[in-house]
T-cell receptor
Framework: QKEVEQDPGPLSVPEGAIVSLNCTYSNSAFQYFMWYRQYSRKGPELLMYTYSSGNKEDGRFTAQVDKSSKYISLFIRDSQPSDSATYLC???????????FGPGTRLSVLP | ETGVTQSPTHLIKTRGQQVTLRCSSQSGHNTVSWYQQALGQGPQFIFQ???????GRGNFPPRFSGLQFPNYSSELNVNALELDDSALYLCASSRLAEYTDTQYFGPGTRLTVL
């Protein structure tokens, strides 16, 4: 079993849809959870960062962490074609060190 | 724009050769991490440098080595290249001591080993 699992997609949705992206993990020591967006041929760009369990909202993006289920989610509201990218979850037991990434989910938002 | 730069953008090497990749961290950042991202996979942590010292290492063999310089720029060296080393190599910088800070990635160097 991989330490972090993520549905690779591709996931295709119409413009304006609500998108749900998810990761599961096996290491209960993870405390820091991040979502990155990566456009083709670019480095990952941080979208959301959360510590421990709970929800965090930033504009059209909401991140949820459920440590009891070892499950994290990223919701994108009113999705736009510019949201088309690969979304990577990442997590770490210690802040700033040894990030473990999921394999990424490729999202296409169709106009 | 994150401010993290990497060079070169692309590189082609043959098996057994050695390669050096370079990274300039964002202004004010003293920590640099290197990642290997194979096609269709998430980045895998190679190692991290903090104030010129290695500060953590992932599951990579010793032929992957690094340096950090007093200006906090960094190099990744890979000896005895293997075909499986073909990947996008990402550098990320951060201020390790800052609780709310996080890593900012450069655009990467795409290495092809033939």
């Amino acid at each position: 079993q991989k330490e972090v699992e993520q549905d690779p997609g591709p996931l295709s949705v119409p413009e304006g849809a609500i998108v749900s992206l998810n990761c599961t993990y096996s290491n209960s020591a993870f405390q820091y959870f991040m979502w990155y967006r990566q456009y083709s041929r670019k480095g990952p760009e941080l979208l959301m960062y959360t510590y421990s369990s709970g929800n965090k909202e930033d504009g059209r993006f909401t991140a949820q962490v459920d440590k009891s289920s070892k499950y994290i989610s990223l919701f994108i509201r009113d999705s736009q074609p510019s949201d088309s990218a690969t979304y990577l979850c990442a997590m770490s037991p210690n802040y700033g060190q040894n990030f473990v990434f999921g394999p990424g989910t490729r999202l296409s938002v169709l106009p | 724009e994150t401010g993290v730069t990497q060079s070169p953008t692309h590189l082609i090497k043959t098996r057994g050769q050695q390669v050096t990749l370079r990274c300039s961290s964002q202004s004010g950042h003293n920590t640099v991490s290197w990642y290997q991202q194979a096609l269709g996979q998430g980045p895998q942590f190679i190692f991290q440098y903090y104030r010129e010292e290695e500060n953590g290492r992932g599951n990579f063999p010793p032929r992957f080595s690094g340096l950090q310089f007093p200006n906090y720029s960094s190099e990744l060296n890979v000896n005895a290249l293997e075909l499986d080393d073909s990947a996008l190599y990402l550098c990320a910088s951060s201020r390790l001591a800052e609780y709310t800070d996080t890593q900012y990635f450069g655009p990467g160097t795409r290495l092809t080993v033939l």
